[in-house]
């Protein structure tokens, strides 16, 4: 094995071992409902078809195959399901490492992928995404996308110049090979199929190819009878797979396969004739567009509106993965790799001196996630493999030039300075704490098991997973969605008890994590939250926070008031206030000759937060800040992150 591959194969494992850190539990939200959904398939054998803690007996969504990775492997001697969960993002990532080294390589060079494989290890958003404990389908997701490039760029590929026209026998056994890769292609795109309802950006990739091929053919000489063949032979296998769970639902992607087939034949047929750019581009016109208005399948229109081609409208505009990023969004994602990522793109470009099927692929690959890309934030993390590509591109030719100046082949310390200085920021993720787990348990001892419980539609996987409690919004129903966000904004306080009784509710959860999350229920109530927020910092015995213009917020812990100072030093206090210490503590002020305001405050050690009287009387503001006195709501549970309240009947 060659020392450059040695060096690469080095750095992720050090990178990797750098950057990973264990806990205890699993990270963020989703992956807690994976992970119920396996321990399901773990204990019954087969997963079932419904989930047992939806609270309305909803049918489960999510296609099967994850849950079944994470079961199966369980029943080995010393593992369980937690543990898989918790190790099988590490195992998918590197598996997806070596299919994005095969695939660059095929259309680069080796050290072009060496490069590659390092930079996208160390790119945040598949650090982020493929972390410990972060047992989604997005590692999955890695894993299918960059096996089926691999094997599709494998199969594509034209031999050598050298074997150019090589025997019959051995033409037959090249061919029977492509077939072989053309077919593992369809594996792992039915796979990717079986792993998360969004498979369509691979179909919708291969098939762009193939017309791109097919259309440019006059020009390009690209298409040949066994690409058209090996496609079919994809489309089959891929169907196939992928029909085991969406069965006849998988059609409308069949039929743009076939007809992707269909098209590089005619193609073929029309390769002497003069008008035959003209003509095709007519029938993909003519096809296309009856296909996209006429079809009615609920893959395509889920999919057409979560990328935004179709109103997404306020339920899916609340996600926060399906908005259109912004810069900041991006620069977070790709973090130091973008600038190198955007030299590369660009030096590419202006290099590419001609098509080969593999770079025709490469683009077509790359422009249609870029697209997505800039439709949802969801999709910059598959959009993530060609940016580290890009990346390396740019690095390994300064690499090439660097060398021939100091007469040295530099790739080795290129490859470590570039890890050094592409190395990635501490990976944050919502991870259940010790007061929300200790919160669940408690919840999980001391509740009836058919007890409903109302909390923020993120946290409500939490509460499935380790309270194994109902929840009224189980992953994200619509209906039930808005009522919660209602709920949780509402001053109205027999709105909330409506909601309440209509899913007989019987206990509510408030955390400190849905401050950030509240702004989204005003567009459900139509009404706006005000409300403001800044960490404090400390002078003395006070501690003093920038909560508005004009004025200054300060609070004395030794005498227990709180108070805006404006410029020029007039004063004006806050009569009711809360402190979070080792538990809430709620005061009123007893100062007299003073000027008071109407506002609340409430003070954590890294976080000041001024509500005005309406929004004191919010049902989350209520319940989490103040001294609640929302009549049918009993506090039975205060961990001071995580509050627990029951429902009085």
Known sequence: MKIELLAA?????????????????LRDFDPWYHYRLAEYTFEQGTRPSFDPLSNMGENILYPPLLHYLLAIPAHLPGLNVMLVSQIYPLLAAAL??????????????ERTAMLAVMLLAVLPIFKGTTYFGYSDHDPLDYLFVSSAFFYFVKAIKKPTASSSSPPSDQRFMENKEKLVYYALAGVSTGLFALTWTGFPLVVVILSAFMLAISLFNPYLKLLEKDVTIGFLVLSIVFAVIASLWYGFGIMPFLGMMLFSALFSYVALRLENNRNAFVILLAIVLLCSLPFLILSKSSIVDAGLAYMGLREKGIYLESVAELQTPTLTNISQHYGLQLLP?????????????????????????????????????????????????????????????????????????????????????????????????????????????????????????????????????????????DDQMIFFGTNNGDKANDILERYNVSYVVVSRGYLTRIGSSEKFLNEKIEFSMAPPSRAGGLYSAKLGTGF????????????????????????????????????TSALGGVEFNDDYLFMFADLFIRMPMQTENRVFFNLM??????????????????KIYKVVK
Request: proline share 3%; aromatic share 18%.
């Open 9 to 25: 194969i080095f750095l992720v494992i050090v990178v990797g071992a750098l950057t990973t850190t264990t806990v205890p539990y």
């Open 96 to 109: 997806a490492l070596i299919f994005v080294f095969l695939f660059t390589r095929e259309v680069f060079d």
């Open 341 to 481: 990522f955007l030299v590369g793109l660009i030096l590419f470009l202006t290099s590419l001196k001609k098509f080969n099927r593999a770079t025709l692929l490469f683009l077509v690959s790359f422009a249609l996630l870029a697209l997505l890309a800039s439709t949802a934030i969801r999709f910059l993390q598959y959009a993530g493999i060609f940016v580290s590509i890009f990346s390396a591109y740019l690095l390994n030719r300064f690499s090439d030039i660097a060398s021939s100046s100091v007469k040295k082949d530099v790739f080795i310390p290129v490859m470590i300075l570039s890890a050094v200085l592409f190395y990635p920021p501490q990976i944050v993720h919502h991870s259940v704490s010790d007061d929300w787990y200790t919160s669940m348990q408690w919840l999980k001892n001391n509740s009836n098991q058919d007890a409903v419980v109302m909390s923020w539609w993120d946290y409500s996987q939490w509460v499935n997973g380790i309270a194994e409690r109902k929840t009224v919004v189980n992953n994200q129903p619509q209906g039930r969605f």
């Open 552 to 587: 200054r917020t300060y609070y004395d812990p030794i005498k227990n008031v709180a108070w805006d100072e404006y410029t020029g030093g007039r004063k004006v206090y806050y009569k009711d206030f809360g402190a979070f210490t080792d538990k809430n503590l709620y005061f």
């Open 625 to 642: 800040y103040t001294n609640s006195t929302i009549p049918y709501l009993e506090l039975v549970k205060d961990a001071g992150e995580v």
